[in-house]
């Protein structure tokens, strides 16, 4: 999953991505067209080394297959095919909706029984878009753009006018390796593209070769049509990185193109591990059910950093399940993709894929559950779906683990996977590391984490069982294909329900549970809160001391029908009492569960589920849960340690309450032996991660992990903290949370910093301050899904970005995708990434060549709903920061060095004047920090814009004169 999206990673994973991920094409000019005389021999020969050459994979295919590096035996794949050969997915389809995928690579020709591997390759995201108008033809030459392409004789041959003319830009691509189509070192390509109607439909004839002329080009149609591909290139290479298919369509009599692509290089791998069969060349090196046959339905623009745009994902359903209906055949989808909640349960692609589910009762929806674990409540949108299958990552034994102290047998949920909380997900997991198929300009690149890697795994699933209800000659809804996973499912140990719903499924055992003739009703679970139904899956108190309620409400609405009257509750915790039983007599049902307040009182995580299952039908398991999650955090007055061991496969979890006045937050790790390693995650009170920086490792070239929260960035709340280790032995650690007593507000203009001692006794605090560089703020606002843009100049002294965006809280539920970019003045995209929150930072070395630069923050929103009117704003706050800051003298009340207060008492600092030495960009202010640390305490961090001109204080004299102020 995207969402941030992925990071591919060496056999000994150390860093983990998601797995996540339409603005005119008139923000971009035109970029420069190919040489259409083409080099010549000498040319080519001094560039070579810029030429494309296909990579070698990551590791040996046949030696990853034979190490089990695509990991099938988790959910029981190797166990199933040996019982079960003829049940490989074979006559149903898996729609993969991601960033395409690369139909000539091996694995995706051909199914078990030799039928085609893809049967259609659809673009819903416009990236691809060749803008035709019409063209004249001069004998066999016609110009298009500013310049002519020759050879025309073969097209007049075949088709009529009228004729029409485009070009494909690379610029328009992204960033390299993926934007270089032709594979000669850059992305400032473009290459003519003519279209007309020939006897039997649209066709194209495209200059693939770059010599100026289409005379030895064929022609290509739609690929649902003719199934054909092809390559941009230049002399000296074979064949181009790129493959491209053509989605070439009428309307009115006038073509309508886009070149279908995986830029991207997730979806191939998606598709890889779902339905491969003989990949890399290799025998027996297959995905989930290799039996299967795919559609390619790409909904992410990649150059904007792989997310979806307005109503891509709904196109791309409908026509997938319009395609599996007209043909008689069974679909499952997976969607690898997703971003941040707002509320869990109430975003409007969750509602589509709800309603999608309802019409569509034999399709099966898949998506993966998010990247943003180990906090709890970090299901990503629309994972988040009532019927969706929501799938979280296991990290499978197969792999060793960067820094790991000894081995381990077993696999353990992912550190980086999902975890549930405002909502009943995730539902199941499943192996999220794997080796498999990349497109040709990504090899190397074949291991990728995360929970985009476990949601195929379950598609494959779904198609397996499918088929194997198929040859019995059964049709089977996709809810009872769920529950099948679902019920059969094995729990991981040292884990909650939150970390894993209800564990890892096993093929085997599921198709046994569909083979008893179990079926299961359509429930949607809602709390009730003051006697009204909220958006809300699961009871969920972030802070128990807040609750009044001392029970919960649910609300349950069977749909679809209702296989049995009566349901049998029973609760999995004591502190968690239910009623024993619940009848359908009405619709919808509604069911009280009482908490046991003298259970939740010391500090932690309580997590307890009232299961139903139906009284006539025990063995079927259960049904449904009531899930209630309730945080009984600590009060972060003073400082808190906590002293403990974890384990591979364990969570220790810390929630503190930060207040409204809070002075900031500082965590510190310490391990009592050198040889282990342990992370530090911080989750914010909302539940996603902290956004000035979540994670601190302790590897061997660091004794200690520390994460700061700034009195400027704190949010009033409850923090979570999460302690992980890679090592399979006990790993010892010593935790400390503190909280600042001194207050600091600054007055930038009058260069002056109050400080106020909070604690109860007398302190003497060390003052300092520097500027980190400077701030531009960019407001921004749109309509629908146009991009938005706003200028700001790199200066050249800048070593790091910070980009900080605010965008409109309210408006973010309506959102499927949201882009970030930095564009360059000539149009190319220098920067691109998937937004997660609607509050986010993102953090990114400055490129020599963006210095001086006059440069373009850009945001392309993609709206859930098709034609969304929706106004929207944001903010971007672009922090340019000095490879070294510049420290400020400064001068405490009273003179000196340091400043004495008592309890209670406040005091000043001035700060000194400085030379800029450095340039600031138009439109910008320094970013200035001051920090104020006690003797033998935990210093007050703050940031604030200075005001131009920053005054200063001159002379010592001039300082002291502040006392009498």
């Known amino acids: ?131 035709l108008g019409p063209i004249e033809i001069d004998g066999d030459k016609a110009v298009i753009g500013s310049d002519s392409i020759a050879g025309l004789g073969r097209l007049l041959g075949v088709a009529s006018g009228p004729y029409w003319g485009g070009r494909f830009h ?114 027996g090196f297959d995905g989930v059910a290799p039996g299967a046959q795919l559609m390619a339905l790409k909904i992410s623009n990649n150059a904007r950093g792989a997310v979806t745009v307005t109503g891509s994902v709904v196109r791309a359903m409908n026509y997938a399940a319009d395609y599996a209906e007209r043909r008689g055949l069974p679909l499952v989808l997976n969607l690898s993709f997703g971003i941040g909640n707002v509320h869990e349960g109430s975003a409007a692609i969750d509602s589509i894929v709800n309603a999608f589910a309802l019409k569509h009762p034999n399709v099966l929806f898949v998506s993966s559950s998010g990247n943003d674990g180990p906090g709890i409540s970090t299901v990503s949108v629309p994972a988040s779906a009532d019927l969706a299958v929501s799938v979280c990552a296991l990290y499978p034994a197969e792999f060793p683990q960067a820094g790991a102290y000894s081995e381990r047998p077993l696999d353990v949920i992912a550190w980086w996977s999902a975890r549930g909380g405002e909502t009943a997900k995730p539902d199941i997991c499943a192996p999220g590391l794997a080796f498999s198929n990349v497109p040709r300009w990504q090899a190397g690149e074949e291991i990728s984490p995360g929970t985009s890697m476990a949601s195929p795994q379950i598609a494959g699933a779904g198609a397996i069982l499918s088929s194997a209800m198929i040859a019995s000659g059964r049709n089977v809804r996709a809810v009872d294909l769920k529950m099948a996973l679902v019920a059969t499912a094995e729990p991981v140990e040292r884990t909650t329900v939150l970390d894993q719903g209800r564990g890892v499924p096993n093929l085997t055992r599921a198709l046994w549970w569909l083979q008893a003739g179990h079926q299961t009703g359509v429930y949607i679970i809602r709390t009730v809160e003051n006697g009204i139904t909220t958006d809300q899956a699961a009871a969920y108190r972030r802070d128990w001391a807040l609750s009044l309620a001392r029970s919960q409400e649910f609300e349950i609405t069977p749909l679809n029908g209702q296989p049995a009257a009566r349901l049998d509750l029973w609760s999995d915790a004591e502190w968690l009492v239910a009623p024993e039983s619940i009848d359908f007599e009405g619709q919808p049902v509604r069911v009280e569960v009482e908490y046991r307040s003298n259970v939740l009182v010391e500090p932690g995580l309580y997590v307890g589920t009232v299961w139903a299952r139906s009284a006539s039908d025990t063995l079927a398991g259960a049904v449904f849960g009531m899930r209630n999650t309730v945080v009984v955090p600590y009060d972060l007055e003073d400082e808190l340690l906590f002293e403990d061991d974890v384990t591979l496969g364990e969570f220790d979890r810390y929630f503190l309450r930060v207040g409204e006045r809070s002075n900031g937050l500082a965590i510190e790790l310490e391990l009592a032996e050198w040889s282990h390693s342990a992370t530090l995650h911080l989750f914010e009170p909302s539940g996603q991660p902290y956004r000035g920086g979540a ?121 499927s995708d949201m882009g970030i ?53 944001a903010v971007v706050a672009v922090s340019m920061l000095f490879a070294e800051p510049i420290e400020l003298e400064v001068f405490p009340q009273g003179g000196g060095e340091k400043l004495l207060l008592g309890a209670g008492e406040s005091g000043s600092v001035g700060l000194g004047s400085w030379a800029r030495g450095f340039e600031l960009p138009e439109g910008s202010r320094p970013l200035l920090e001051v920090k104020v640390k006690p003797l033998g305490g935990v210093p007050t961090l703050v940031r604030a814009l200075a005001d131009l001109p920053m005054p200063g204080i001159e002379t010592t004299e001039e300082a002291e004169s502040l006392e009498g102020q």
Not at 771 to 782: D, K, R, V
Not at 826 to 851: C, K
Request: charged share 20%.
């Open 695 to 815: 994670v601190a490792k302790i590897t061997e070239s660091t004794s200690a992990a520390r994460l700061v929260v700034p009195a400027s960035d704190v949010v009033p709340g409850v923090y979570e903290i999460v302690v992980t280790t890679p090592d399979a032995l006990p790993a010892q650690y010593l935790l400390v949370a503190s909280s600042p007593t001194q207050t600091v507000e600054v007055d930038p203009v009058n260069a002056v910093a109050l400080v106020k001692n909070g604690a109860s006794e007398d302190v003497v605090v060390i003052p300092s301050a520097r500027i980190l560089g400077a701030q531009a703020e960019i407001s921004l606002e749109g309509s629908d899904d146009s991009l938005a843009g706003g200028e700001f100049v790199m200066p050249d002294w800048a070593t790091e970005v910070i980009l900080g965006l605010s965008f409109d809280t309210g408006v973010w539920r309506g959102l």
């Open 1 to 131: 999953m995207k969402r941030g999206l992925w990071l591919s990673c060496s056999i000994a994973v150390s860093a983990i991505g998601c797995g996540g991920v339409g603005g005119s094409s008139d923000t971009f000019p035109s970029p420069k067209v190919a040489d259409t005389a083409g080099p010549g021999e000498e040319e080519i020969a001094s560039e070579s080394r810029r030429l494309f050459e296909p990579g070698e994979p990551e590791f040996p295919p046949r030696a990853a297959f034979l190490a089990g590096l695509l990991p099938l035996k988790s959910i029981g794949v190797p166990q199933f095919r040996s019982r079960y050969p003829r049940y490989d997915g074979r006559g149903v389809i898996i729609g993969i909706l991601d960033t395409g995928i690369d139909p000539d690579l091996p694995g995706f020709q051909e199914t078990t029984t030799g039928a085609p591997k893809v049967l259609d390759l659809r673009d819903f995201s416009g990236e691809g878009e060749v803008v």
């Open 821 to 873: 970019a930095i564009v360059s003045e000539d149009g190319h995209i220098l920067f691109a990434e998937s937004v997660n929150y609607a509050l986010q930072q993102t953090r990114l070395p400055v490129e020599e060549s963006w210095r001086g630069q006059r440069l373009r923050i850009e945001l392309m929103p993609g709206f859930s709903h098709i034609g969304a009117d929706e106004q929207w704003s």
């Open 170 to 283: 690379e610029s328009h691509l992204g960033v390299l390796p993926a934007a270089d189509v032709n594979g000669d070192g850059d992305n400032d390509d473009s290459f003519p593209v003519v279209v007309a109607r020939a006897s039997d439909g649209w066709i194209l004839m495209t200059d693939t070769d770059g010599d100026g002329s289409l005379s030895n080009e064929r022609p290509y149609r739609d690929y649902l049509m003719a199934g054909q591909t092809f390559t941009y290139k230049v002399p000296g290479i074979e064949t181009g990185p790129l493959t491209i298919a053509a989605n070439l369509t009428g309307h009115e009599n006038q073509p309508e193109l886009n070149f279908f692509f995986d830029n991207q290089g997730h979806g191939s791998h998606v598709a890889g591990i779902a339905a491969g069969h003989n990949m890399f060349g290799v025998d």
